[in-house]
């Protein structure tokens, strides 16, 4: 397995004085084979000279960097201005040898019209918006990837639309095992539905109450059918992550698979315990398609 760390799981210890350098050699130190960088310390102004440097840091360490990831919102009416901000981090991206660049669409999870567009409405923008930034990655050789993520580009047959919708040679989807609980579908429902064409996976665990119940806290987000969603120690939560990652390994995937820890545990904790039984799941996926495989030739 291709483990990688997505960096933003170590959350706010970045503002308390983490480095990027310090979370790399935590990663290391962890058992990570990559690390999944975004716009944070040095790299949150798009500073080039800083991500060439970090890039080399990786890589002295061993380190792979498949995708450099961040926050985009591209529905509103200022989108064009956001089109070159992600651009300025497509460079960022390059000069530290990622090969993906991924950032988000419509990212709000929020049940207001002005953070919910209607879907049909906002796409023929968020096509435009995507196809100048695939442009642009093009010059670098870098796959855009995007992943299942909100309330509007979520959900199979409405993030279908939008992937069939961009019609360019340099995009790829990311399977976010946990985003698409979000909109009440299954993991396995999206991974079954993309498998040839996933590029990167984010894998990252909730725990699900019903919204018939009262709010459990501010620790809780709110699905887009109101139900109750809090981020845990992968292995924690809801995600059948065996028979997930059996349909990858079925379809061939051999990409990285990036540990967006999202919970209120110690992120040293989420991680390394996340990290521990992402390799069981792993190992038992392997396992359980590998038998199939047997019994198929008798």
Not at 140 to 159: H, L, M, P
Not at 243 to 262: C, K, M, P, W
Not at 270 to 293: C, D, F, M, P, T
Request: hydrophobic share 40%; with cysteine; charged share 20%.
């Amino acid at each position: 397995m291709k483990s990688c760390l997505f960096l933003c799981s170590f959350g706010s210890r970045f503002t308390q004085g983490l480095s990027l350098k310090e979370a790399v050699d935590l990663a290391v130190e962890y058992g990570f084979n990559a690390v999944e960088p975004y716009p944070v310390n040095e790299l949150s102004t798009g500073n080039l000279s800083a991500a060439k440097e970090f890039g080399e840091y990786c890589s002295k360490k061993g380190v792979d960097i498949p995708c450099f990831s961040m926050l985009g919102s591209l529905e509103g009416k200022d989108y064009k201005d956001e089109v070159e901000r992600l651009k300025g981090f497509v460079d960022v991206a390059a000069a530290m040898g990622a090969r993906m660049f991924h950032h988000t669409l419509v990212p709000s999870l929020r049940h207001t019209a002005e953070h919910m567009p209607i879907y049909k409405q906002i796409l023929p923008q968020l096509i435009s918006a995507c196809e100048e930034i695939c442009d642009y990655a093009a010059k670098y050789n870098i796959t855009c990837v995007y992943e299942d993520q909100g309330f509007v580009i979520n959900g199979v047959r409405a993030y279908e639309e939008f992937y069939l919708s961009l019609d360019k040679p340099n995009k790829g989807i990311i399977a976010d095992l946990g985003n698409i609980l979000f909109v009440g579908e299954k993991p396995q429902d999206f991974t079954g539905h993309f498998a040839p064409f996933i590029k990167h996976v984010h894998v990252k665990d909730y725990l699900l109450k019903s919204g018939n119940s009262p709010f459990p806290g501010n620790e809780w987000y709110i699905a887009a059918n109101g139900d109750y969603i809090r981020g845990t120690v992968l292995g924690h939560g809801i995600v059948n992550f065996v028979q997930t990652i059996n349909v990858l390994l079925r379809a061939g995937y051999d990409g990285y698979y990036s540990i967006e820890f999202d919970g209120i545990e110690p992120p040293e904790i989420g991680i390394q315990n996340g990290l521990r039984n992402l390799r069981y799941y792993y190992e038992e996926a392997v396992r359980q398609v590998s038998l199939s495989k047997e019994r198929a030739l008798l």
